[in-house]
């Protein structure tokens, strides 16, 4: 059902990453509603790095009721977002799995996944769709969407929210003590790392921005094509994950079309 896919670039990218599987029979079903038990899978691989071991290390006994035999393949992930205050059940001894989620409640288990504290930013209570809303437009988590947070999503639209949360800078709190003689209490001041993101820190994987100068198909640097699936970027900012610098050149294992040839481009690469 690839042609019903209209974040074709999200939903590939994050099979890639192994964060998302399809829905069995070679479908995706993006236009099918998210799910709490797909939701923490997801966002359990997103925070994980789409690490098996460390998902499977929550695996097995759960305090909720209804994430039975049905819902085995995300039980693990299910604990792993409770145990790291991602998402919380609905009562004590229940999750309820197959119900819908929403935008926010997406967009606030993204936040929480990224380094944002519940219980700083005010993630609960009355007021928590806002202040969840208003933290996932500064960190770009609708950009490229048109959606109602409020809303059920769909997989096609979570994959774009949780391929946006990826490229998001993670942020981190510097706790200041404090005291008036009698106590002592700490304020948090917020960090925000742009130039770490959930996809260099969790994956691994180093974002270039630069001009394709060869490939398979085509030269500008007046040498021979490169050999099948090879390109060569020059680099148009530097690179702290690979160490290297804006003008020079990277040989990327991966295939580029002709008319690519002379163009600017980001490329994330493994």
């Not at 059940?89 to 935008?103: E, F, I, S, V, W």
């Not at 806002?130 to 959606?147: C, H, Y």
């Amino acid at each position: 059902d690839q042609a019903d896919i209209q974040y074709t670039e999200a939903v590939d990218t994050l099979v890639a990453l192994g964060v998302i599987d399809g829905m069995g029979n070679n479908t995706f079903a993006p236009d099918g509603t998210l799910t709490r038990a797909q939701a923490a899978k997801m966002v359990a691989y997103v925070k994980a790095g789409a690490n098996e071991t460390t998902i499977g290390y929550y695996d097995g006994t759960t305090k909720f009721t209804d994430v039975g035999t049905n819902h085995a393949w995300a039980s693990g992930s299910i604990n792993y977002c409770v145990a790291n205050g991602i998402i919380a059940g609905m009562t004590a001894t229940t999750y309820q799995p197959d119900a819908t989620l929403t935008g926010a409640q997406l967009s606030k288990m993204l936040l929480v996944a990224l380094g944002f504290k519940s219980e700083i930013e005010g993630f609960t209570g009355a007021n928590w769709a806002v202040n969840v809303n208003v933290r996932a437009n500064q960190k770009g988590l609708f950009d490229e969407l048109s959606i109602n947070p409020s809303e059920g999503l769909t997989r096609d639209n979570a994959a774009q929210m949780v391929w946006n949360a990826l490229d998001a800078g993670v942020v981190s709190y510097d706790y200041t003590l404090i005291t008036d003689g009698s106590s002592i209490t700490s304020s948090p001041t917020l960090i925000d790392n742009e130039s770490k993101t959930l996809l260099t820190d969790k994956f691994k994987v180093a974002k270039l921005e630069g001009v394709i100068v060869a490939n398979e198909n085509a030269t500008s640097t007046g040498t021979a094509v490169e050999k099948e699936d090879v390109t060569v970027l020059l680099l148009t900012s530097d690179d702290a994950d690979s160490k290297q610098d804006e003008g020079d050149t990277i040989t990327l294992k991966t295939a580029t079309a002709a008319n690519l040839l002379g163009k600017s481009v980001t490329m994330f690469a493994k």
